[in-house]
């Protein structure tokens, strides 16, 4: 028997839909944008429903708190993030975040009182989708975002994050306020969709991550010489676009050669932009990912030495930005432990899985245990508005949370 309220949880992910609706599909809500403060409005409501006290810290982290009946104890942490990329899917963050109020809503019909104090965390700008750089909150947190980072990365528009921060009743100069010390958080748990087919294949509704391989992010910038696409001849170019095909092709052969890597350039800038002209600049986004960071390291020295290479060899050049290293993270014993507690007390198959995806959660791991549930995806499709959890299958996720978190609180079951 499910102990939440899934229709309760499922209304909530639907409403939370509607804030930032494209009219070609799916929700765009960047940070620090009208449409995140509608949706933090909306989110605040729901956790002050629940109870909970609600504050937001420096940074712009949103936070809804239980004091439970030792304050002073280390919180209990659980969440997830509800902004989102270009065209994103209604799934991808909010799931977390509506499915945490959802268990402090059940604790408390239920008369249930934590030891530990309880923080339903919604961390700022996981996504990275504006300012090209991740996690901006929970790197606040755990004190690996820095003053200069705020005035160092711009969105499209040339904003900083800083100026984004100001226009949006925030101080950047309180940015060390949102920091938070090793031993003040007990555990993070965070339920997000799997975003990819393992749990679909196997046809389980729930998994229990057991690592996250994290993303190197190179921003590569390549300069050859424009030219006119009709009078210049094929042996006299220096095109840098041929140079990225050829760079691109590269990276897809070396994560085929190093097995459990993906190297993905979903961005792509080709300048001056015309049809009849050879293009004299141009800017791609590699994405290197492995659950374990020397694979990483390695795919990453061997696609910057054939950037060298092949650009030597053609006349062009490069420059190479670093706007996103993580580091590959395991998830706690500990937390996994209780995770898996709790799936085999809602009567589920354990299903252990790395996560592909980078998640707060792997930043939370500076400062304390971390742990994952998973959710099944439809046909693994995330970041786009096809993106499905089925009703059932949140409602099932939320539950293990639940136990979970009762558990990591200092409720015996």
Same mark, same amino acid.
């Given at each position: 028997?499910?102990?939440?309220?899934?229709?309760?949880?499922?209304?909530?992910?639907?409403?939370?839909?509607?804030?930032?609706?494209?009219?070609?599909?799916?929700?765009?809500?960047?940070?620090?944008?009208?449409?995140?403060?509608?949706?933090?409005?909306?989110?605040? *409501?729901? /956790?002050? %429903?629940? #109870? &909970? +006290?609600?504050?937001?810290?420096?940074?712009?982290?949103? $936070?809804?708190?239980? !004091? =439970?009946?030792?304050?002073?104890?280390?919180?209990?942490?659980?969440?997830?993030?509800?902004?989102?990329?270009?065209?994103?899917?209604?799934?991808?963050?909010?799931?977390?975040?509506?499915?945490?109020?959802?268990?402090? *809503?059940? /604790?408390? %019909?239920? #008369? &249930? +009182?934590?030891?530990?104090?309880?923080?339903?965390?919604? $961390?700022?700008?996981? !996504? =990275?989708?504006?300012?090209?750089?991740?996690?901006?909150?929970?790197?606040?947190?755990?004190?690996?975002?820095?003053?200069?980072?705020?005035?160092?990365?711009?969105?499209?528009?040339?904003?900083?994050?800083?100026?984004?921060?100001?226009?949006?009743?925030?101080?950047?100069?309180?940015?060390?306020?949102?920091?938070?010390?090793?031993?003040?958080?007990?555990?993070?748990?965070?339920?997000?969709?799997?975003?990819?087919?393992?749990?679909?294949?196997?046809?389980?509704?729930?998994?229990?991550?057991?690592?996250?391989?994290?993303?190197?992010?190179?921003?590569?910038?390549?300069?050859?010489?424009?030219?006119?696409?009709?009078?210049?001849?094929?042996?006299?170019?220096?095109?840098?676009?041929?140079?990225?095909?050829?760079?691109?092709?590269?990276?897809?052969?070396?994560?085929?050669?190093?097995?459990?890597?993906?190297?993905?350039?979903?961005?792509?800038?080709?300048?001056?932009?015309?049809?009849?002209?050879?293009?004299?600049?141009?800017?791609?986004?590699?994405?290197?990912?492995?659950?374990?960071?020397?694979?990483?390291?390695?795919?990453?020295?061997?696609?910057?030495?054939?950037?060298?290479?092949?650009?030597?060899?053609?006349?062009?050049?490069?420059?190479?930005?670093?706007?996103?290293?993580?580091?590959?993270?395991?998830?706690?014993?500990?937390?996994?432990?209780?995770?898996?507690?709790?799936?085999?007390?809602?009567?589920?198959?354990?299903?252990?899985?790395?996560?592909?995806?980078?998640?707060?959660?792997?930043?939370?791991?500076?400062?304390?245990?971390?742990?994952?549930?998973?959710?099944?995806?439809?046909?693994?499709?995330?970041?786009?508005?096809?993106?499905?959890?089925?009703?059932?299958?949140?409602?099932?996720?939320?539950?293990?949370?639940?136990?979970?978190?009762?558990?990591?609180?200092?409720?015996?079951?």
């Amino acid at each position: 028997m499910i102990a939440i309220n899934k229709e309760r949880v499922w209304k909530s992910i639907l409403d939370l839909s509607e804030i930032g609706k494209s009219e070609h599909g799916g929700v765009t809500r960047l940070s620090f944008t009208e449409e995140e403060k509608r949706a933090k409005e909306y989110v605040t *409501q729901r /956790m002050k %429903e629940a #109870g &909970l +006290t609600v504050y937001e810290d420096p940074i712009g982290n949103l $936070f809804g708190r239980w !004091e =439970g009946t030792a304050p002073s104890a280390p919180v209990v942490m659980f969440g997830s993030h509800i902004d989102s990329v270009l065209g994103g899917g209604n799934f991808d963050g909010p799931a977390g975040v509506l499915a945490a109020i959802e268990v402090v *809503q059940t /604790m408390r %019909e239920k #008369g &249930l +009182t934590p030891d530990h104090p309880l923080e339903v965390a919604v $961390f700022t700008d996981e !996504e =990275g989708a504006r300012f090209h750089t991740g996690m901006i909150g929970s790197r606040a947190i755990v004190g690996k975002l820095n003053a200069e980072d705020l005035y160092k990365h711009k969105d499209d528009h040339q904003i900083s994050i800083a100026e984004a921060m100001k226009a949006s009743g925030l101080d950047p100069e309180n940015l060390e306020q949102a920091r938070r010390t090793p031993g003040s958080i007990k555990a993070y748990l965070e339920l997000h969709i799997e975003q990819g087919k393992i749990l679909e294949s196997k046809d389980i509704p729930v998994g229990i991550v057991t690592g996250i391989a994290a993303p190197v992010w190179l921003q590569l910038t390549l300069n050859g010489k424009a030219g006119h696409a009709g009078t210049t001849p094929m042996d006299m170019r220096k095109d840098p676009l041929v140079a990225a095909a050829e760079i691109i092709c590269k990276l897809e052969q070396l994560a085929i050669e190093n097995p459990g890597t993906v190297g993905t350039v979903g961005k792509i800038n080709a300048l001056p932009g015309g049809v009849n002209i050879i293009p004299g600049r141009v800017e791609l986004a590699l994405d290197i990912r492995h659950p374990v960071e020397e694979v990483r390291n390695r795919v990453e020295d061997e696609i910057r030495a054939f950037i060298k290479r092949n650009c030597s060899e053609r006349g062009i050049e490069y420059e190479i930005e670093v706007p996103h290293r993580l580091k590959p993270t395991p998830c706690s014993e500990n937390v996994i432990a209780v995770v898996q507690d709790s799936v085999a007390a809602a009567g589920l198959p354990v299903q252990k899985l790395i996560s592909g995806a980078a998640h707060d959660a792997m930043v939370m791991a500076e400062i304390t245990e971390v742990g994952m549930i998973f959710v099944r995806s439809k046909d693994g499709i995330s970041h786009h508005p096809d993106e499905w959890t089925s009703k059932e299958d949140l409602a099932w996720g939320t539950e293990v949370l639940y136990q979970s978190i009762t558990r990591l609180a200092g409720i015996h079951h």
